[in-house]
Nanobody
């Protein structure tokens, strides 16, 4: 059974930077597309960054130019480097394995990890 373990969140001032990590247990990581989602209080979970098995990345418009997704297959780990953070980036951040279905990315693992809280505040 695949498990997702996120870490690295914290409190950061506006304009600051933070890197969050996600370790994926099980096999098949290197051939899987991965994504970072976030969920702010009272809002739906949204996909903010994706990376394919070949390293092609894509971002939501709200984070493009500020966030960078990367992966380290030898460690079954996906990262999200977040720069120029804004208060509206405050959310719990989650990762998941992705599948492309009906023209969009969908999370593959039903059992989400605990997420990691990112709070941007002065």
């Amino acid at each position: 059974q695949v498990q997702l373990v996120e870490s690295g969140g914290g409190l950061v001032q506006p304009g600051g930077s933070l890197r969050v990590s996600c370790v994926v247990s099980g096999t098949g990581f290197s051939i899987s597309a991965m994504g970072w989602y976030r969920q702010a209080p009272g809002k739906q979970r949204e996909l903010v960054a994706t990376i394919t098995s070949s390293g092609i990345t894509d971002y939501a418009s709200s984070v493009k130019g500020r966030f960078t997704i990367s992966r380290e297959n030898a460690k079954n780990t996906v990262y999200l480097q977040m720069n120029s953070l804004k208060p509206e980036d405050t959310a719990v951040y989650y990762c998941n394995t992705l599948r492309w279905i009906r023209g969009q990315w969908d999370p593959l693992i039903r059992s989400w990890g605990q997420g990691t809280q990112v709070t941007v505040s002065s």
